[in-house]
């Protein structure tokens, strides 16, 4: 009876088993409801690269809801990552590539450079994906870059940067400026290991930002070219605005617009004249500001014949004595 029994109750575990398998096999997990983004590798390690190169990933973008992605926006957090995406479009269960580059020049130590996605996904609308790893240098540049900040017009402004190794030994073959008002001296701190650069930056006669490069080339196979970026926003006797006057085209009604002309290196300045290609328009000068100006230019022509042509304001400066203003119609 009792082994009977022990049947039984085998019996009675075989049939519960087998029902919740069934019923386990008759379940289906429910689909994701809207679209929905998702990236299976989110961060990219890139390990160890040197400073001298670019690194390039792709990601991987799925839409895992049930309705269509929409991408809105891939957007990099710094200049240095250039991301571009395949499908903006992404249907439920497709897919799209964003392939992403980072330039490692000028930097060093631990690097993370998120790149974020907007899309239409309510659950995260703002979605990120990064690159990470350490910049590693057979070549220490310190600072990684020259940064003159404002100087006027014929001003010289010196900066020195060092560059070092501790492990690996280097000469310095020849040095390369991008414009012809960077001039550079060599010191040798340390031979083979230590040179100090001396950069002397004469701001050059056209004013605003400035971007330039160094190129240091050396005899290390590891970095046998170094570039330094030079920054620097010149700025001149006056500073002006605008730099183009633009006019609608076809309005049929004349119209006014102003030119405000401040104090740069020049502190105490005059207007002379303004010239102004149409004889139809006027100028009137008044003072704004601490020591400038602003020019009312009246009754403009929405003339497709103005197109091309400049107004000129001659001042009391030097480097600056003619200022001269095109004016574009569209």
Do not use: W
């Not at 590798?41 to 390039?56: K, N």
């Not at 001039?183 to 230590?194: F, M």
């Amino acid at each position: 009876m009792k082994f009977a029994r022990f049947v039984g109750l085998g019996l009675t575990i075989g049939l519960i088993t087998s029902n919740t398998l069934r019923a386990q096999e008759t379940v289906t997990t429910p689909a994701i409801q809207g679209p929905r983004i998702y990236c299976e590798q989110p961060l990219f390690d890139f390990g160890s690269a040197d400073s001298s190169t670019t690194i390039e990933h792709t990601f991987v973008i799925q839409n895992i809801g049930d309705t269509t992605l929409e991408i809105s926006q891939v957007r990099p957090a710094c200049g240095c990552t250039l991301a571009n995406i395949t499908e903006k479009t992404i249907p439920p269960g497709g897919r799209s590539e964003i392939t992403a580059r980072l330039s490692l020049a000028g930097r060093n130590g631990p690097q993370s450079k998120p790149i974020t996605i907007l899309s239409n996904d309510p659950q995260n609308p703002e979605y990120r994906v990064t690159m990470a790893g350490t910049v590693a240098s057979a070549i220490m540049a310190a600072p990684d870059r020259l940064m003159f900040g404002q100087i006027g017009q014929g001003q010289s402004v010196e900066l020195m940067i060092d560059l070092t190794s501790a492990a690996e030994r280097f000469t310095i073959l020849g040095i390369e400026s991008s414009i012809p008002e960077l001039a550079v001296t060599t010191e040798t701190i340390e031979e083979t290991r230590h040179y100090r650069l001396k950069a002397t930056l004469t701001g050059p006669v056209t004013p605003g930002p400035l971007s330039a490069a160094l190129l240091v080339k050396t005899d290390n196979a590891g970095r046998p070219a170094i570039t330094i970026p030079v920054i620097a926003n010149i700025v001149g006797e006056l500073i002006y605005a605008p730099a183009v006057m633009e006019i609608p085209a076809g309005s049929g009604q004349p119209i006014t617009r102003y030119i405000v002309i401040r104090p740069g290196t020049l502190t105490d300045f005059t207007l002379k004249a303004v010239n102004l290609p149409d004889p139809s328009m006027r100028a009137s000068i008044f003072p704004f500001g601490n020591q400038g100006y602003r020019i009312q230019v009246e009754n403009i022509p929405t003339s497709p014949d103005l197109n091309g042509k400049t107004i000129t304001i001659e001042t009391s400066g030097k480097a600056m004595s003619l200022i001269e203003i095109p004016i574009t119609v569209k």
